[in-house]
Nanobody
Framework: VQLQASGGGLVQAGGSLKLSCVVSGGTLSRYSMGWFRQAPGKEREYVAAIGRTGVLDHADSVKGRFTVSRDNAKNTVNLQMNSLKPEDTAVYYC?????????????????WGRGTQVTVSS
């Protein structure tokens, strides 16, 4: 299974971006998906997850601003990010696991994409 994240870029504070993660070499419906991020000098941080049946979970730091979704027909998972803040600046990664529900633990994910850079200017 290969994952390819895209959609990152430079945006001003208060702006929006939509990240996408395309799954290839496997069927998205078989996986729960997660988004994580890592800022320079910091540990990888959980952002959001969506289970195989669509159960959603978002970290408190992004709740109400970010929304994860999935389109199994397109083998794509999206992360809509609104009201962006400078502290959201990081490389964003998508990840896949075979459990029914998503997880907040990076160690639970077997497959990872390369990441896409999100930079929010103040």
């Amino acid at each position: 299974v290969q994952l390819q994240a895209s959609g990152g870029g430079l945006v001003q504070a208060g702006g929006s971006l939509k990240l996408s993660c395309v799954v290839s070499g496997g069927t998205l419906s078989r996986y729960s998906m997660g988004w994580f991020r890592q800022a320079p000098g910091k540990e990888r941080e959980y952002v959001a997850a969506i289970g195989r049946t669509g159960v959603l979970d978002h970290a408190d730091s992004v709740k109400g601003r970010f929304t994860v979704s999935r389109d199994n027909a397109k083998n794509t998972v999206n992360l809509q990010m609104n009201s962006l803040k400078p502290e959201d600046t990081a490389v964003y990664y998508c990840a896949a696991n075979t459990n029914a529900l998503g997880s907040r633990q990076a160690a639970d994910y077997a497959y990872w994409g390369r990441g896409t850079q999100v930079t929010v200017s103040s």
